[in-house]
């Protein structure tokens, strides 16, 4: 197990040092400076590195309102960026020399790489921030050449596109995952039974686990059973009949409850109202977990600048949007180190914007080496979650339709589906699709359709279909391989 592990860190390693040196030469200097927190979170042998990587975006924060303000000039701005990009490279290259010191395999550092690639890192970074004037060539900072002596390394770096780096992570982290000592929750034929007046309702879950590293979703329409099942996980209901365990969470000869409830952070979609100052009550979410003294307060201030909020720590409840008493609810939740997070509808008072930047963080989460936990989180927003989600469990009048993982959905289907909007009513848009092998339109709303094809029909088929006749979409999606199929509409 040891060596799985090894290699696990390894790809995780090389694929980090990968992404953040293509964030700056790609102008992401921003998620560079949050990325590096992840980093040193995961692979920094001294914990207070991770506390010294919220200064990058302090930094980074600061460089943002002196321009937003005008207070200081293009150039100085330009000056402080090459220097902050140049920090930024070092900081990733400190933390692998000291991890080479006391881990093998032994990987090298970024000074290995050769040093005109990192000039041109940051040259490319400040010409397409437009901040470098053609006269101020002394902006750029030279990296010294390696030492002419130094013997040719073959575990360098690979020097290969990130997403192939990430793919290659991937397959060691999900080789890992498939451990059965990996299992946080164990459900087994879980029912739930209510009576009612004027209807009965019962949820029935033949079987679910949920693993480190792994991001779950519960999806279908509301009133379907999901926060029922997610309160079930967290211990708030009990479950009419079946088995749920926890068996990384507990010593199973000694099954305390409470020792479980410590592990499970919940965040509800509904969010209490919080007294006081927002950062008070991360400092106490984090005390009565144990985290204390100097300790608390560097926990704190490194969540806060994880996630973005630093700017409102002294704030109040009232004084926020939704879419930042999420994210400060998902601040308290992590500030003691959950190993199991369980969110329910935690997108439903979003922006766009925001759904995006907070299913990353999820993600982000989710990959994490150094603190590793399982996710599971209840939408309604498919597409969404079906961006980061390593499972989905779709539920229906308290029945499972699927259950497993997303990338296997549809792998067996007849037919291909496509979502569309079109100024096309059903029977114009029968006319368009004569041509084609379609087998069913249901109609989801006004001028929106799903349609369905044999399998032999492509995006790229039915795209040109609508371009031939000179039809305007308003958006189409395929949706051949999305549990968004699961969902029946009119015909």
């Known amino acids: 197990?040891?060596?799985?592990?090894n290699n696990l860190e390894r790809q995780?390693?090389?694929?980090?040092?990968?992404?953040?040196?293509?964030?700056?030469?790609?102008?992401?200097?921003?998620?560079?400076?949050?990325?590096?927190?992840?980093?040193?979170?995961?692979?920094?042998?001294?914990?207070?590195?991770?506390?010294?990587?919220?200064?990058?975006?302090?930094?980074?924060?600061?460089?943002?309102?002196?321009?937003?303000?005008?207070?200081?000039?293009?150039?100085?701005?330009?000056?402080?960026?090459t220097a902050l990009t140049y920090s930024i490279l070092e900081f990733v290259d400190l933390i692998l020399e000291e991890y080479n010191k006391l881990?093998?395999?032994?990987?090298?550092?970024?000074?290995?790489?050769?040093?005109?690639?990192?000039?041109?890192?940051?040259?490319?970074?400040n010409s397409k921030n437009n901040l470098?004037?053609?006269?101020?060539?002394?902006?750029?900072?030279?990296f010294p050449p390696p030492n002419e002596n130094q013997e040719n390394n073959s575990n360098e770096i690979p020097k290969t596109p990130l997403e192939k780096e990430k793919q290659l992570w991937k397959e060691k982290r999900d080789f890992i995952i498939d451990s059965p000592d990996n299992i946080v929750v164990y459900a087994s034929n879980i029912t739930k039974q209510y009576s009612g007046k004027v209807s009965d309702f019962k949820l029935i879950l033949p079987e679910l686990e949920l693993k480190f590293g792994e991001i779950t979703s519960l999806v279908g329409e509301n009133g379907n059973g999901k926060t029922t099942l997610l309160r079930i996980i967290i211990g708030e209901l009990a479950q009419s009949s079946g088995v749920l365990k926890y068996p990384v969470l507990i010593d199973l000869k000694k099954h305390n409850w409470y020792q479980i409830k410590q592990q499970i952070a919940y965040i509800p979609q509904e969010l209490p109202k919080w007294s006081g100052l927002l950062v008070d009550n991360l400092h106490f979410a984090a005390a009565i977990h144990g985290i204390k003294g100097k300790e608390n307060e560097d926990e704190v201030d490194f969540i806060l600048?994880?996630?973005?909020?630093?700017?409102?720590?002294?704030?109040?409840?009232?004084?926020?949007?939704?879419?930042?008493?999420?994210?400060?609810?998902?601040?308290?939740?992590?500030?003691?180190?959950?190993?199991?997070?369980?969110?329910?509808?935690?997108?439903?008072?979003?922006?766009?914007?925001?759904?995006?930047?907070?299913?990353?963080?999820?993600?982000?989460?989710?990959d994490s080496l150094a603190h590793p936990k399982a996710i599971i989180l209840s939408s309604q927003h498919l597409y969404e979650v079906e961006s980061i989600t390593n499972?989905?469990?779709?539920?229906?009048?308290?029945?499972?339709?699927?259950?497993?993982?997303?990338?296997?959905?549809?792998?067996?289907?007849?037919?291909?589906?496509?979502?569309?909007?079109?100024?096309?009513?059903?029977?114009?848009?029968?006319?368009?699709?004569?041509?084609?092998?379609?087998?069913?339109?249901?109609?989801?709303?006004?001028?929106?359709?799903?349609?369905?094809?044999?399998?032999?029909?492509?995006?790229?088929?039915?795209?040109?279909?609508?371009?031939?006749?000179?039809?305007?979409?308003?958006?189409?999606?395929?949706?051949?391989?999305?549990?968004?199929?699961?969902?029946?509409?009119?015909?």
Not at 1 to 5: C, E, I, N, Y
């Open 305 to 366: 600048w994880r996630l973005g909020l630093d700017k409102y720590r002294n704030a109040t409840w009232n004084e926020i949007s939704g879419g930042f008493k999420m994210r400060f609810a998902l601040a308290k939740a992590l500030v003691w180190k959950p190993k199991l997070l369980v969110l329910d509808e935690p997108l439903a008072n979003l922006d766009v914007n925001t759904q995006l930047l907070f299913l990353q963080d999820l993600r982000y989460l989710a």
């Open 12 to 81: 995780k390693l090389e694929s980090f040092v990968t992404e953040i040196q293509d964030l700056i030469k790609n102008n992401q200097l921003e998620l560079a400076t949050k990325r590096v927190g992840y980093f040193a979170e995961d692979f920094a042998i001294d914990k207070k590195r991770k506390y010294e990587a919220i200064d990058f975006q302090r930094r980074y924060a600061q460089l943002q309102e002196n321009k937003r303000k005008g207070s200081i000039s293009a150039e100085i701005i330009s000056r402080n960026i």
């Open 1 to 5: 197990m040891q060596a799985r592990d």
């Open 103 to 125: 881990s093998k395999p032994k990987y090298n550092s970024i000074s290995t790489l050769k040093y005109q690639e990192l000039n041109e890192l940051t040259t490319t970074f």
């Open 391 to 491: 499972n989905i469990v779709f539920i229906k009048e308290g029945s499972v339709l699927y259950n497993g993982k997303l990338a296997n959905f549809g792998e067996d289907r007849e037919e291909n589906a496509f979502e569309l909007g079109c100024r096309l009513s059903k029977e114009e848009l029968m006319d368009i699709l004569e041509k084609i092998s379609y087998t069913e339109i249901q109609i989801i709303g006004h001028h929106q359709y799903i349609v369905n094809t044999s399998r032999s029909i492509t995006a790229n088929d039915m795209m040109k279909l609508f371009i031939d006749h000179n039809i305007t979409l308003k958006y189409f999606r395929d949706i051949s391989k999305s549990t968004r199929r699961l969902f029946k509409t009119e015909r």
């Open 132 to 142: 470098v004037e053609d006269n101020l060539e002394d902006n750029i900072i030279e």
